[in-house]
């Protein structure tokens, strides 16, 4: 009889840990949801300002082959940009490019395998987190990259002599400004396309976001953004009611 009593009392136990595990599984996927569908609100805002940032790519590598030992100012000024924009944000040196600056967190994905939730979560649902936030990691990534060529750019925001060495070096940072914009633009695709398998929809405030990133877009650089391929991007993951175009 103590014998069966013991037993009963552990599988009575161990079906409270399988419980608590569950809810603790369930928690982490919502969390983890939410990551995911906030990530992909702000990396859609790439697919409208793709036309954009290309242009811009495109002209600037133009200019910059057929200079000969001087070059003439060229900052950035987006079609969009007002009087107001330039005094609320001041730049000590003014930017020759300048791609949209998000935010993407992975900390939940990395608290969930800190805390031993992966054990007892299914195998698919693992491969698919892990293949999402692989992603989420590599837009933060190329962000910066992208940040860091940007700033090595500045130099064409002025006047002054162009050495063969100055646009080879330019030459070769606005070609992989190109690439990397389209490796996100890709990847945000991508994103969208796994976690709308996932079941992941994007809040009201997610929805929001990605809208008045759209409206700032477009009154900064113009009708150069393509706002119909950002809402295309998101489309099977934003939840069922009225058509949100603004």
Request: with cysteine.
């Amino acid at each position: 009889m103590i014998v069966l009593g013991v037993l009963i009392a552990l599988a009575a136990q161990q079906a409270v840990d399988d419980w608590q595990w569950r809810q603790t599984v369930a928690r982490t996927k919502s969390d983890l949801d939410k990551s995911i569908a906030t990530s992909i609100a702000n990396i859609a805002e790439r697919a409208a300002v793709d036309p954009c940032l290309s242009q811009r790519l495109s002209d600037l590598a133009t200019k910059v082959a057929a200079s000969r030992g001087t070059w003439s100012a060229d900052p950035y000024r987006p079609p969009g940009q007002t009087k107001q924009m330039v005094d609320v944000v001041k730049f000590a040196v003014p930017v020759a490019y300048r791609a949209p600056l998000r935010t993407y967190l992975s900390d939940v994905w990395e608290q969930t395998k800190a805390a031993g939730v992966l054990s007892h979560m299914a195998p698919t649902d693992i491969a698919s987190y892990a293949d999402i936030f692989y992603l989420v990691t590599e837009f933060a990534s190329n962000n910066r990259t992208e940040r860091e060529l940007s700033s090595s750019l500045s130099f064409l925001s002025f006047d002054g002599p162009m050495t063969a060495e100055d646009r080879s070096r330019a030459l070769s940072d606005i070609s992989r400004l190109d690439m990397l914009n389209k490796f996100i633009v890709s990847n945000a695709k991508k994103a969208a396309a796994k976690a709308a398998a996932m079941g992941v929809t994007l809040s009201a405030d997610d929805d929001k976001l990605l809208l008045g990133n759209l409206d700032n877009q477009q009154g900064f650089r113009g009708t150069c953004v393509d706002r119909a391929a950002a809402l295309k991007l998101i489309a099977p993951l934003r939840r069922p009611g009225p058509t949100r175009t603004r």
